[in-house]
């Protein structure tokens, strides 16, 4: 089969760590596809195997890939003998991680990504090559009128293209280089206008934004079943405790009130109108690369009866996030190979803030995804 790329934005992060060690670990035979949807039995498509991806990216950090595998092994993200087993292929991907664009470091920076991603292609002679954002959020960027417009922003970049979010400069680089792209973050990414004149004018697809790992999947699962028994919501709040570097990041008042405003959104978008309560999310730097949250709901039944539910969701999000950037980099590519570009509103099930869609509701999203992978089989 033709060979696949996935060139991952904040390649020697968490997640990205993540799924490089999980891909080679199920090449070496040391790993079962656990958590990747498009690996469970019955589920359609002929996707890239997952045995044959070949994995490059850029990041800010100089730690070596094999250094932050030993990390995740420490912390129980991963099993810890995998960093040393693995070693030779974690070496391999790391030589092919490139230094990434730090906003406010000058501009100039978007022919040099694009760059990066051409050799990596040329050098592997991969047929196609998917950009997946897993790096750091960013907070809210302003709007400026030459986003609107594809000629107007080219005009704009070509004196200076710092003034792009970090996420849209990956972007950019990402379409004017012939990739798929993936905003698995709530950054801005992709989400410029101008953007998507350009991904239609290359023919690219992309998907998006901000994966849902989590306590908004329980929400997007348990929301439409209040929906459909006519039960009314009076209020849904949420308590994020979480650590490492998702967390750290988070402690920033600008980059939390991008990630709240994707949590929150889904129970009022299936409940039909807005809902009392909001999500508060609390770095707590004990907990590492482990989070938890609290949601209570209050809810009213027959009779005006008032009732609660409250659950508990514990776990690692590196290890939820990793099949899914997996499972989408081998459906956006296989999107491009058979000619869909722009959003792929298909793929909202994978995403807290679903480009191309409105529908939060996890069974729906579900069928369609389903339906989709049937189309492209």
């Known amino acids: 089969m033709d060979k696949l790329g ?19 670990a ?37 730690t070596s890939l094999r250094k932050r595998a030993e990390q995740l092994g420490r912390a129980g993200v991963i099993s810890p003998d995998l960093p040393e087993l693995l070693a030779s292929d974690l070496d391999a991907v790391d030589a092919e991680i490139r230094p990434g664009h730090v906003a406010g470091h000058g ?35 302003d709007p400026r009128p030459e986003f609107e417009r594809l000629a107007d922003l080219e005009k704009l970049l070509a004196a200076q293209d710092d003034v792009l979010p970090p996420s849209s400069l990956y972007a950019y680089a990402a379409f004017h280089a012939g990739c798929g792209y993936v905003e698995f973050t709530p950054s801005t990414g992709p989400t410029l206008p101008a953007l998507a004149e350009l991904a239609a004018r290359q023919g690219v697809p992309y998907a998006g934004r901000d994966g849902k790992t989590g306590e908004t999947l329980v929400r997007s699962a348990l929301a439409p079943m209040f929906a459909d028994r006519a039960l009314r919501v009076h209020s849904w709040s949420g308590l994020n405790l979480l650590g490492g570097g998702d967390g750290a990041t988070l402690a920033d008042p600008a980059a939390r009130s991008s990630k709240r405003l994707s949590k929150d959104q889904v129970v009022a978008k299936v409940m039909g109108g807005p809902v009392e309560g909001e999500t508060h999310i609390d770095y707590v730097p004990d907990l590492g690369e482990w989070k938890t949250a609290w949601d209570h709901v209050s809810f009213e039944g027959f009779l005006g009866v008032r009732m609660t539910l409250q659950f508990t969701w514990q776990g690692c999000d590196s290890a939820l996030a990793a099949p899914l950037v997996l499972d989408l980099a081998r459906l956006v590519a296989r999107a491009h190979e058979k000619g869909r570009h722009g959003v792929l509103p298909e793929l909202g099930y994978f995403f807290k803030s679903p480009l191309g869609t409105d529908e939060h509701a996890l069974a729906a999203q579900y069928a369609r995804l389903r339906a989709f992978a049937e189309e492209l089989s």
């Open 6 to 24: 996935v060139w991952l934005i904040g390649a020697r992060g968490s997640v990205a760590t993540t799924a490089i060690v999980g891909a080679s």
């Open 107 to 141: 501009g100039r920076a978007a022919a040099r990504l694009i760059d990066d991603l051409a050799g990596f292609r040329a050098r592997h002679g991969l047929a196609r090559v998917v950009v997946v954002n897993v790096s750091s959020t960013e907070p809210p960027w």
């Open 26 to 62: 199920l090449r070496a035979g040391a790993a079962t596809p656990q958590g990747c949807v498009t690996e469970s039995p019955g589920f359609p498509g002929d996707l890239a195997p997952l045995t044959g991806l070949t994995f490059g990216g850029h990041d800010i950090t100089e």
